[in-house]
């Protein structure tokens, strides 16, 4: 007994069914589906959560340090601009110290100038009284009291004080005792060994006198 055969099967009837799931084309030529694209994509941000946070913080590490970067520059440039500055003055104040060390010496030899064209007169008076008190040993006394009362004249040109003269009261700041005598009152001078000088409120030179202690 014979079955009974169907249609004959054609070529294209024995080919599997074209998959109709939608496929991307990976790098290297391979047909990846969608889905699975899909789900690398998940997995690659299930697998680095926050890369994207990452990013931005790296950017603003660099963008912290170039700032900084820029500023060690400036502040290189300022620093050598100082020390340009320090040099600079350094070399002014050199200057300047010579020039008024120079300055100090010059009014120092005008000074000095000045006090001898002064006494040159004195000189000529000393000299005028020793010849003659060599002629008149009597005119000799009254000639150097003319010469002694114009170095005094000399001394207040040059803001010289005289101190320390007899009947004055003696002053530690402007005397010096060599020796106490009694006598009716303390501490005055009773007799000058050597004249004192002062100009304003400084001491030139303490005058050498005794003075005198009551009882």
């Given amino acids: 007994m014979f079955r009974k055969r169907g249609p004959k099967m054609t070529d294209d009837q024995h080919k599997p069914a074209p998959d109709s799931t939608p496929k991307t084309v990976s790098e290297d030529g391979l047909d ?25 913080g ?12 820029e500023r060690a520059d400036e502040l290189e440039k300022e620093n050598a601009d100082l020390r340009g500055r320090l040099a600079r003055l350094a070399t002014d104040f050199d200057s300047y110290r010579r020039r008024t060390q120079e300055d100090v010496n010059a009014a120092q030899g005008q000074g000095v100038s000045k006090a001898a064209e002064a ?51 003696f002053d530690p700041q402007w005397h010096e005792a060599l020796q106490v005598v ?23 030179r303490p005058a050498r006198v005794v003075v005198s202690k009551k009882g």
């Fill in 32 to 56: 990846i589906p969608d889905t699975e694209a899909d789900n690398m994509a998940e997995d690659a941000e299930t697998a680095f959560p926050g890369m994207d946070g990452l990013d931005e």
């Fill in 58 to 69: 790296m950017l603003g590490q660099v963008q912290e340090m170039m700032a900084k970067l």
């Fill in 119 to 169: 006494l040159m007169p004195v000189y000529d008076d000393m000299d005028r009284a020793v010849t003659m008190g060599a002629a008149d040993p009597a005119k000799l006394i009254p000639g150097m009291q003319a010469v002694q009362g114009k170095i005094l004249g000399v001394f207040a040109g040059l803001g010289l004080e005289a101190t320390g003269k007899e009947g004055e009261a």
């Fill in 182 to 204: 009694p006598g009716d009152e303390d501490d005055v001078i009773v007799q000058v060994y050597q004249l004192g000088f002062r100009m304003g409120d400084r001491l030139v």
